[in-house]
């Protein structure tokens, strides 16, 4: 079945750089997508790849798409407090007539002052 | 206005209780969902549902049901509240059926079973 992974803690100092990490199985999926949850809120789309790209930068974040590795990863430069969130990969899963989006485990994002 | 929006925000029962969270989307979407997250912030999808076809996630209790009375709600019945089903409760909502669409969000319902 479809599987996501990611690892669930990151820790970097404010001002550095952030990359998160994200595997999945599913080779058909065309769109996989990063969404960002705050603290006590709901989950907030923050960037999509095509799957027949390599990379989409949108200002600080950069995400980058290995596809033959199955490999995603959101880099966000110059972090911020305010980036501290839990970033979760998705994919897109079909069954049947509809479709959804398997998310991975999260990644807990923490920045150090 | 908010596009996907969910009813109550807030939730709290006891067990064995039966309760519904309702769920409006004024984006014109088609196919709506359901997912859940758990107390460590795990995220599954629950069901998906366009006018046409119910998904049902499998592993997803028959005490949970999905009913649709127009296009733009997919309200969550919930019956026999257990304890295990604490969690947040996200509503969504895309276009079609394709995968050029993103899925947009609800705000959750936090659900808290005594």
């Known amino acids: 079945g479809e599987d996501v992974e990611q690892s669930l803690f990151l820790s970097v100092r404010e001002g550095d750089s952030s990359v998160i990490n994200c595997t999945y199985t599913?080779?058909?999926?065309?769109?996989l997508y990063w969404y960002k949850q705050e603290p006590g809120a709901g989950l907030q789309l923050l960037t999509y790849?095509?799957?027949?790209?390599d990379m989409k930068q949108d200002q600080r974040l950069t995400v980058l798409l290995n596809k033959k590795d199955k490999h995603l990863s959101l880099r966000i430069a110059d972090t911020q407090t305010g980036d501290s969130a839990i970033y979760f990969c998705?994919?897109?899963?079909?069954?049947?007539?509809?479709?959804?989006?398997?998310f991975g485990k999260g990644t807990h994002l923490i920045i150090q002052p | 206005d908010t596009a996907v929006s969910q009813t109550p925000k807030y939730l709290v029962t006891q067990m064995g209780n039966d309760k519904s969270i309702k769920c409006e989307q004024n984006?014109?979407?088609?196919?709506m969902y359901w997912y859940k997250q758990d107390s460590k912030k795990f995220l599954k999808i629950m069901f998906s549902?366009?006018?046409?076809?119910?998904?049902i996630n499998e592993t997803v209790p028959n005490r949970f049901s999905p009913k649709s009375p127009d296009k733009a709600h997919l309200n969550l019945h919930i019956n026999s509240l257990e304890l295990g089903d604490s969690a947040v409760y996200f509503c969504?909502?895309?276009f079609g059926q394709g995968t050029l669409e993103t899925q947009y969000f609800g705000p959750g319902t936090r659900l808290l079973v005594l």
């Open positions: 998705a994919e897109i899963f079909s069954g049947g007539g509809a479709d959804g989006l398997t």
């Open positions: 599913d080779s058909s999926s065309t769109y």
């Open positions: 984006l014109g979407h088609d196919t």
């Open positions: 790849i095509f799957s027949n790209m």
């Open positions: 969504a909502s895309r």
């Open positions: 549902y366009n006018n046409k076809e119910l998904i």
